[in-house]
């Protein structure tokens, strides 16, 4: 008996040493499977890449209520200094997010999902809008960095989140990308966690203010996760001038030009009284 509890004790530190990440699993991972070394702590880095993309074939630019391939209707430049109207026209103001249909580009959910996991939980995190707070134009660059602030839930919970450094530049015809730095959220009581935001523009209506593309957002820190699809944006405000045609005044008719003379005259009549009361002014030369 005394030797089996010897033969015990030894193979239970030779397991010990010659897996010491065993102990460094959740207690919910070691209840579930005790033995799968796959997912102990030194095995997984809580990082998520970024989901896959899937690159769009042409981008679709919409103006004059006519919708063509950028490549054939619409230049670089012209493209470009049309987002930066867009965006400039929409600073400060909230832009709304929605799950779309890559065909009809209609949306069929007012928000954009994922899963993740906080901490050892589950959960799906909800980004409905993100509010552009400025624009600035890079000099030399068919680039435009934005600051943007986005609005994310999860499991009911609204954490507190950085500002996001957001760059969007036209490369070409065919490659419009917004992607970032990745911005800090406070989605744990410990450590905080960096989400990156990939967005491959596909569809441009500058008609009503509509950006559609794929997406792919990634999370890594204390909550984990990310995903893919193909998501709108939605400005409130259009890329063309807020006033667009100037109109010169209606030239005034005679009778309106009567009615300004009558209405100029007893000024001018009051105030001749005051200088010299209908008496005529001869200056007096000194000697």
């Known amino acids: 008996m005394s030797r089996l509890k010897a033969l015990t004790l030894f193979g239970l530190v030779l397991f010990t040493v010659s897996n010491c990440s065993f102990w460094n699993r959740s207690l919910q991972d070691v209840i579930n499977d005790p033995f799968d070394y796959q997912h102990t702590t030194y095995g ?25 391939p950028l490549k054939i209707s619409t230049s670089k430049e012209y493209i470009y200094n049309s987002l930066v109207q867009l965006m400039q026209n929409n600073n400060n103001e909230k832009a709304l997010l929605c799950t779309a249909d890559t065909g009809t580009h209609n949306c069929y959910m007012n928000y954009v999902s994922l899963p993740i996991t906080v901490g050892i939980t589950p959960a799906y995190m909800y980004i409905d809008y993100v509010k552009i707070s400025d624009v600035h134009i890079s000099k030399g660059n068919s680039s435009i960095k934005l600051l943007l602030n986005y609005n994310v ?4 919970q609204t954490p507190d989140c950085a500002p996001d450094s957001t760059l ?40 009503y203010g509509f950006i ?3 997406y792919s957002i990634g999370l890594s820190g204390p909550a984990y996760g990310g995903g893919s699809g193909y998501m709108l944006l939605r400005l409130q405000k259009m890329s063309y001038p807020l006033k667009a045609n100037f109109v010169a005044p209606p030239e005034k008719t005679k009778a309106q030009k009567k009615a300004d003379e009558y209405m100029q005259a007893p000024a001018n009549a009051e105030a001749e009284s005051k200088t010299t009361k209908g008496v005529q002014v001869f200056p007096i030369n000194k000697k």
Not at 51 to 58: E, I, K, T
Not at 170 to 183: H, P, Q, R
């Open 153 to 156: 839930t999860y499991n009911g």
């Open 212 to 214: 559609g593309g794929y």
């Open 168 to 207: 969007m530049f036209v490369k070409n015809t065919d490659n419009i990308v917004m992607e970032d730095d990745g911005y800090q959220c406070k989605m744990t009581t410990i450590g905080t966690t960096t989400i990156k935001t990939l967005f491959l523009v596909d569809y441009i209506d500058l008609d």
């Open 44 to 68: 997984v880095k809580r990082s998520v890449y970024m989901a896959p993309l899937q690159m769009p074939r042409n981008v679709i630019v919409c103006r004059a209520k006519q919708c063509a």
